[in-house]
């Protein structure tokens, strides 16, 4: 198994990822799927910061009445993970063998999503 695929390196910043029993034991057949589950809370965590403010410790004052709920906030930020893994990882991604339908085993991945995936990954 290659090496990014394997120690979860991120193909935005290259740092390795820290790695989630629950995301490993989910996705514990499909090592591509995992991967991309890791980066997707990698990049919810690490790239994007208003995420930690608005969810934090100090969130509630943070996000005011701007922000709705939750999960429905998460699925927001995940696709636009999905969306900039494909932009920003594309040689990565493709060198590990990550194809359109791993992203179809994910949790709600959207159609626009789908779309660039078959574009960048064929």
């Known amino acids: 198994m290659n090496e990014i695929l394997k120690r979860k390196v991120c193909p935005i910043c290259g740092q390795y ?3 989630s029993n629950y995301l490993d034991n989910l996705f514990n057949q499909q090592p591509e799927v995992n991967y991309l589950a ?3 809370t990698h990049y919810r965590h690490h790239h ?3 995420w930690n403010k608005c ?3 100090y969130g509630g004052y943070y996000r005011g009445h701007w922000f709705g709920e939750y999960e429905e906030e998460k699925k927001k930020v995940n ?3 999905k969306r900039q893994l494909l932009r920003k990882g594309k040689k990565v991604l493709q060198e590990i063998g990550v ?3 791993h992203f ?3 949790a709600n991945t959207e159609e ?3 779309e660039l995936a078959v574009k960048i990954l064929g």
Do not use: N
């Open 104 to 106: 179809l085993e994910l």
């Open 79 to 81: 696709e636009r993970a």
């Open 99 to 101: 194809k359109p339908s």
């Open 55 to 57: 969810w934090g410790r």
């Open 48 to 50: 994007i910061t208003s």
């Open 112 to 114: 626009k999503t789908m």
């Open 17 to 19: 990822v820290k790695k």
């Open 38 to 40: 890791h980066m997707i």
